[in-house]
Protein backbone atom coordinates (compact mmCIF):
# COMPACT_ATOMS: atom_id res chain seq x y z
CA UNK A 1 0.00 0.00 0.00
CA UNK A 2 1.57 3.08 -0.61
CA UNK A 3 1.69 5.68 2.04
CA UNK A 4 0.21 9.43 1.59
CA UNK A 5 2.68 12.02 0.42
CA UNK A 6 3.56 14.52 3.26
CA UNK A 7 6.03 17.79 2.33
CA UNK A 8 8.02 18.99 5.18
CA UNK A 9 9.38 22.54 4.94
CA UNK A 10 12.38 23.51 7.98
CA UNK A 11 14.69 25.70 8.48
CA UNK A 12 15.36 28.82 11.10
CA UNK A 13 13.27 31.36 12.01
CA UNK A 14 13.31 34.44 9.65
CA UNK A 15 14.73 32.16 6.85
CA UNK A 16 11.02 32.73 4.92
CA UNK A 17 9.45 29.79 5.74
CA UNK A 18 5.72 31.41 6.00
CA UNK A 19 5.61 32.85 2.23
CA UNK A 20 7.39 30.10 0.67
CA UNK A 21 5.09 27.67 2.01
CA UNK A 22 2.27 29.73 1.02
CA UNK A 23 3.31 29.86 -2.68
CA UNK A 24 4.03 26.29 -3.13
CA UNK A 25 0.71 25.53 -1.66
CA UNK A 26 -0.88 27.53 -3.46
CA UNK A 27 0.89 26.18 -6.67
CA UNK A 28 0.57 22.85 -5.58
CA UNK A 29 -2.99 22.14 -4.02
CA UNK A 30 -1.66 22.40 -0.42
CA UNK A 31 -2.50 22.94 2.91
CA UNK A 32 -0.28 24.29 5.72
CA UNK A 33 0.20 22.45 9.13
CA UNK A 34 1.75 24.35 11.62
CA UNK A 35 4.72 23.05 13.19
CA UNK A 36 5.96 25.92 15.33
CA UNK A 37 4.83 25.76 18.85
CA UNK A 38 4.85 29.40 19.25
CA UNK A 39 2.08 29.50 16.55
CA UNK A 40 -0.46 27.52 18.99
CA UNK A 41 -1.30 30.41 21.34
CA UNK A 42 -4.35 32.78 20.81
CA UNK A 43 -3.50 36.73 20.90
CA UNK A 44 0.34 36.18 20.87
CA UNK A 45 0.61 37.35 17.20
CA UNK A 46 3.41 40.25 17.01
CA UNK A 47 5.82 38.17 19.08
CA UNK A 48 5.55 35.16 17.15
CA UNK A 49 5.54 36.69 13.71
CA UNK A 50 2.50 34.44 13.44
CA UNK A 51 1.07 34.52 9.28
CA UNK A 52 -1.69 36.91 9.02
CA UNK A 53 -5.04 36.96 8.14
CA UNK A 54 -4.40 37.60 4.60
CA UNK A 55 -1.73 35.02 4.37
CA UNK A 56 -4.01 32.48 6.29
CA UNK A 57 -7.03 33.63 3.64
CA UNK A 58 -4.38 32.37 0.67
CA UNK A 59 -4.44 28.94 1.47
CA UNK A 60 -5.88 26.57 4.38
CA UNK A 61 -3.54 27.10 7.92
CA UNK A 62 -3.97 24.78 10.49
CA UNK A 63 -2.65 24.24 14.44
CA UNK A 64 -2.49 27.85 14.77
CA UNK A 65 -4.33 29.73 17.50
CA UNK A 66 -5.63 26.04 18.75
CA UNK A 67 -4.66 26.95 22.77
CA UNK A 68 -5.02 30.44 25.24
CA UNK A 69 -1.31 31.56 26.74
CA UNK A 70 -2.23 29.18 29.81
CA UNK A 71 -3.03 25.73 28.02
CA UNK A 72 -0.41 23.35 27.71
CA UNK A 73 0.18 21.64 24.08
CA UNK A 74 2.58 18.95 24.77
CA UNK A 75 4.96 16.91 22.15
CA UNK A 76 2.00 14.05 22.55
CA UNK A 77 -1.05 16.56 21.84
CA UNK A 78 0.60 18.06 19.39
CA UNK A 79 1.35 14.54 17.58
CA UNK A 80 -2.00 13.55 17.95
CA UNK A 81 -3.43 16.91 16.31
CA UNK A 82 -1.23 16.98 13.65
CA UNK A 83 -1.25 13.36 12.56
CA UNK A 84 -5.52 14.19 12.40
CA UNK A 85 -5.01 17.23 10.27
CA UNK A 86 -2.90 15.55 8.45
CA UNK A 87 -5.36 12.81 7.18
CA UNK A 88 -8.05 15.05 6.64
CA UNK A 89 -6.14 16.83 4.32
CA UNK A 90 -5.06 13.86 2.55
CA UNK A 91 -9.12 12.90 2.48
CA UNK A 92 -9.56 16.22 1.06
CA UNK A 93 -7.57 14.95 -2.23
CA UNK A 94 -4.63 17.54 -0.81
CA UNK A 95 -0.92 18.13 -0.12
CA UNK A 96 -0.16 18.61 3.21
CA UNK A 97 2.58 20.82 3.89
CA UNK A 98 4.31 20.40 7.36
CA UNK A 99 6.29 23.75 8.23
CA UNK A 100 7.95 24.78 10.82
CA UNK A 101 11.03 25.31 12.71
CA UNK A 102 10.50 23.82 16.52
CA UNK A 103 12.74 20.46 15.80
CA UNK A 104 11.04 18.13 18.37
CA UNK A 105 7.63 18.76 16.55
CA UNK A 106 8.63 18.21 12.82
CA UNK A 107 10.61 14.74 14.62
CA UNK A 108 7.69 13.81 16.24
CA UNK A 109 5.25 13.50 13.19
CA UNK A 110 8.39 12.74 10.39
CA UNK A 111 9.72 9.47 12.77
CA UNK A 112 6.71 8.88 14.49
CA UNK A 113 8.03 9.20 17.74
CA UNK A 114 6.32 8.09 20.72
CA UNK A 115 6.14 10.83 23.50
CA UNK A 116 4.42 9.72 26.93
CA UNK A 117 0.69 11.76 27.20
CA UNK A 118 1.96 12.89 30.65
CA UNK A 119 -0.42 15.82 31.70
CA UNK A 120 1.43 18.69 33.62
CA UNK A 121 1.55 18.03 37.54
CA UNK A 122 1.66 21.58 39.20
CA UNK A 123 2.45 20.04 42.47
CA UNK A 124 5.28 17.90 41.23
CA UNK A 125 6.42 20.79 39.24
CA UNK A 126 6.08 23.01 42.34
CA UNK A 127 7.98 20.65 44.31
CA UNK A 128 11.13 20.60 41.85
CA UNK A 129 10.85 24.40 41.27
CA UNK A 130 11.39 25.01 45.30
CA UNK A 131 14.13 22.27 45.70
CA UNK A 132 15.81 24.01 42.88
CA UNK A 133 15.32 27.80 44.86
CA UNK A 134 16.61 26.31 48.10
CA UNK A 135 19.79 26.07 46.15
CA UNK A 136 19.84 29.62 44.83
CA UNK A 137 21.76 30.20 41.48
CA UNK A 138 22.75 26.64 41.51
CA UNK A 139 19.59 25.37 42.00
CA UNK A 140 18.71 24.57 38.05
CA UNK A 141 22.23 22.83 37.82
CA UNK A 142 21.37 20.77 40.52
CA UNK A 143 18.46 19.70 38.96
CA UNK A 144 19.88 18.92 35.61
CA UNK A 145 22.33 16.38 37.74
CA UNK A 146 19.42 14.58 39.35
CA UNK A 147 18.22 14.12 35.14
CA UNK A 148 21.30 13.22 34.36
CA UNK A 149 21.38 10.55 37.15
CA UNK A 150 17.74 9.45 35.91
CA UNK A 151 18.06 9.77 32.44
CA UNK A 152 21.69 10.47 30.48
CA UNK A 153 20.45 10.18 26.63
CA UNK A 154 17.64 13.23 27.88
CA UNK A 155 20.52 15.28 30.04
CA UNK A 156 22.77 15.33 26.76
CA UNK A 157 19.88 17.35 25.20
CA UNK A 158 18.82 19.56 27.29
CA UNK A 159 21.10 22.65 28.11
CA UNK A 160 21.46 22.88 31.95
CA UNK A 161 20.18 26.36 31.93
CA UNK A 162 16.88 25.49 30.34
CA UNK A 163 15.00 24.87 33.84
CA UNK A 164 11.46 24.40 31.69
CA UNK A 165 12.58 21.71 29.97
CA UNK A 166 14.43 20.21 32.76
CA UNK A 167 11.19 20.45 34.71
CA UNK A 168 9.43 18.48 32.07
CA UNK A 169 11.74 15.69 31.61
CA UNK A 170 11.95 15.22 35.31
CA UNK A 171 8.19 15.62 35.53
CA UNK A 172 7.38 12.77 32.85
CA UNK A 173 9.99 10.33 33.96
CA UNK A 174 8.83 10.58 38.09
CA UNK A 175 4.93 10.92 36.80
CA UNK A 176 5.11 7.61 34.01
CA UNK A 177 8.27 5.51 35.56
CA UNK A 178 9.78 6.05 32.11
CA UNK A 179 12.68 7.45 30.57
CA UNK A 180 12.30 10.86 28.89
CA UNK A 181 14.79 10.15 26.34
CA UNK A 182 12.01 6.57 24.94
CA UNK A 183 9.70 9.64 23.24
CA UNK A 184 12.42 9.80 20.66
CA UNK A 185 12.40 6.27 19.67
CA UNK A 186 11.55 6.11 16.13
CA UNK A 187 8.42 4.54 14.32
CA UNK A 188 8.47 4.23 10.71
CA UNK A 189 6.39 7.43 10.06
CA UNK A 190 2.68 6.55 8.05
CA UNK A 191 4.01 8.95 5.21
CA UNK A 192 6.04 9.36 1.94
CA UNK A 193 8.26 12.11 2.97
CA UNK A 194 9.81 14.89 1.26
CA UNK A 195 11.81 17.35 3.39
CA UNK A 196 12.63 20.60 1.91
CA UNK A 197 15.22 22.90 3.69
CA UNK A 198 15.56 26.48 3.19
CA UNK A 199 18.99 28.61 4.42
CA UNK A 200 20.82 31.64 4.17
CA UNK A 201 23.97 33.11 5.03
CA UNK A 202 23.93 33.73 8.50
CA UNK A 203 24.55 37.48 8.19
CA UNK A 204 22.12 37.49 5.97
CA UNK A 205 19.93 35.38 8.19
CA UNK A 206 20.86 37.72 11.42
CA UNK A 207 20.05 40.69 9.89
CA UNK A 208 16.40 39.42 8.36
CA UNK A 209 16.14 38.81 12.31
CA UNK A 210 17.10 42.30 13.54
CA UNK A 211 14.65 43.78 10.74
CA UNK A 212 11.89 41.80 11.87
CA UNK A 213 12.72 42.67 15.77
CA UNK A 214 12.45 46.44 14.84
CA UNK A 215 8.87 45.56 12.97
CA UNK A 216 7.66 43.96 15.43
CA UNK A 217 8.07 47.03 18.39
CA UNK A 218 6.28 49.27 15.46
CA UNK A 219 3.51 47.01 14.94
CA UNK A 220 2.85 47.74 18.49
CA UNK A 221 4.43 44.18 20.76
CA UNK A 222 4.55 46.52 23.78
CA UNK A 223 0.70 46.63 23.24
CA UNK A 224 -0.05 43.02 23.05
CA UNK A 225 2.05 42.27 25.81
CA UNK A 226 0.18 44.33 28.00
CA UNK A 227 -3.27 43.36 26.70
CA UNK A 228 -2.04 39.78 27.91
CA UNK A 229 -1.22 40.75 31.01
CA UNK A 230 -4.56 43.02 31.38
CA UNK A 231 -6.61 39.53 30.41
CA UNK A 232 -4.97 38.12 33.26
CA UNK A 233 -2.23 35.87 32.14
CA UNK A 234 0.97 35.61 34.12
CA UNK A 235 4.15 36.51 33.56
CA UNK A 236 5.72 33.58 34.81
CA UNK A 237 4.01 31.60 32.56
CA UNK A 238 5.98 29.36 30.17
CA UNK A 239 4.24 30.61 26.63
CA UNK A 240 5.41 34.44 28.57
CA UNK A 241 9.07 33.62 28.25
CA UNK A 242 8.93 33.22 24.94
CA UNK A 243 11.05 35.86 22.70
CA UNK A 244 9.97 39.63 22.68
CA UNK A 245 7.08 38.05 25.65
CA UNK A 246 9.74 38.44 28.35
CA UNK A 247 11.31 41.77 27.11
CA UNK A 248 7.99 42.83 26.80
CA UNK A 249 7.19 42.40 29.94
CA UNK A 250 10.31 43.78 31.22
CA UNK A 251 9.76 46.93 29.85
CA UNK A 252 6.78 47.99 30.67
CA UNK A 253 7.68 46.91 34.64
CA UNK A 254 10.45 49.38 34.20
CA UNK A 255 13.13 47.18 34.54
CA UNK A 256 14.46 47.20 30.68
CA UNK A 257 14.27 49.97 28.19
CA UNK A 258 13.04 49.16 24.63
CA UNK A 259 16.44 49.41 23.45
CA UNK A 260 17.93 46.73 25.90
CA UNK A 261 14.58 44.66 25.16
CA UNK A 262 15.63 44.92 21.42
CA UNK A 263 19.51 43.73 22.50
CA UNK A 264 18.32 41.26 24.77
CA UNK A 265 15.89 39.56 22.16
CA UNK A 266 18.94 39.50 19.15
CA UNK A 267 21.10 37.66 21.28
CA UNK A 268 18.14 35.15 22.45
CA UNK A 269 17.32 34.86 18.78
CA UNK A 270 20.74 34.18 17.24
CA UNK A 271 20.95 31.47 20.11
CA UNK A 272 18.17 29.88 19.16
CA UNK A 273 19.12 29.52 15.48
CA UNK A 274 22.45 28.12 16.83
CA UNK A 275 20.54 25.39 18.29
CA UNK A 276 17.56 25.00 15.52
CA UNK A 277 21.11 24.13 13.23
CA UNK A 278 21.52 20.96 15.17
CA UNK A 279 18.00 20.07 14.28
CA UNK A 280 18.30 20.53 10.87
CA UNK A 281 21.80 19.64 9.72
CA UNK A 282 23.13 20.72 6.11
CA UNK A 283 24.71 17.26 5.88
CA UNK A 284 21.53 15.29 6.66
CA UNK A 285 20.75 13.23 3.20
CA UNK A 286 17.40 13.17 4.41
CA UNK A 287 17.27 17.20 3.62
CA UNK A 288 17.10 18.87 0.38
CA UNK A 289 18.24 22.56 0.72
CA UNK A 290 17.24 25.25 -0.91
CA UNK A 291 19.00 28.95 -0.30
CA UNK A 292 16.14 30.53 0.10
CA UNK A 293 17.31 34.20 -1.76
CA UNK A 294 18.46 33.00 -4.55
CA UNK A 295 16.32 33.34 -7.65
CA UNK A 296 13.66 31.32 -9.12
CA UNK A 297 14.02 29.54 -5.53
CA UNK A 298 9.64 28.79 -5.35
CA UNK A 299 9.68 27.32 -9.05
CA UNK A 300 12.67 25.29 -8.57
CA UNK A 301 11.48 23.87 -5.60
CA UNK A 302 8.51 23.19 -7.19
CA UNK A 303 9.45 21.16 -9.92
CA UNK A 304 11.05 19.13 -7.28
CA UNK A 305 8.03 18.36 -5.77
CA UNK A 306 6.18 17.49 -9.04
CA UNK A 307 9.04 15.17 -9.76
CA UNK A 308 8.86 13.47 -6.49
CA UNK A 309 5.14 13.15 -6.56
CA UNK A 310 5.38 11.36 -10.26
CA UNK A 311 7.96 9.02 -8.17
CA UNK A 312 11.03 10.27 -9.61
CA UNK A 313 14.19 9.92 -7.78
CA UNK A 314 14.90 13.58 -6.38
CA UNK A 315 19.01 13.92 -5.46
CA UNK A 316 20.45 16.86 -3.64
CA UNK A 317 21.20 20.36 -5.93
CA UNK A 318 24.83 20.15 -4.09
Known sequence: MTKPPLVVILGPTAVGKTETAIQLAE????????????????????????????ERARVPHHLIDVADPDETWSLAIFQRAARKVIAEVHARG????????????LRAVTEGWAPPAIAPDPRLRSALERMAEARGEEGKYWLHAVLRRMDPQAAARIDPRNLRRTLRALEVILSSGRRFSEQRRRHAPPY??????????????????????EAMFAAGLLDEVRRLLAKGYSPDLPTMSAIGYREGVAVLRGE??????????????????????????EDDPAILWFDAGQE????????RIREWMRGEEIKDEG
Request: aromatic content about 8%; overall charge positive; glycine content about 8%.
Open 27 to 54: RLGGEIVSADSRLFYRGMDIGTAKPTAE
Open 94 to 105: NLPFLVGGTGQY
Open 192 to 213: RLLTIGLRRPRPQLYARIDERI
Open 256 to 281: MSIEEAKAQMRRRTRAFVRRQANWFK
Open 296 to 303: NVIERIEA
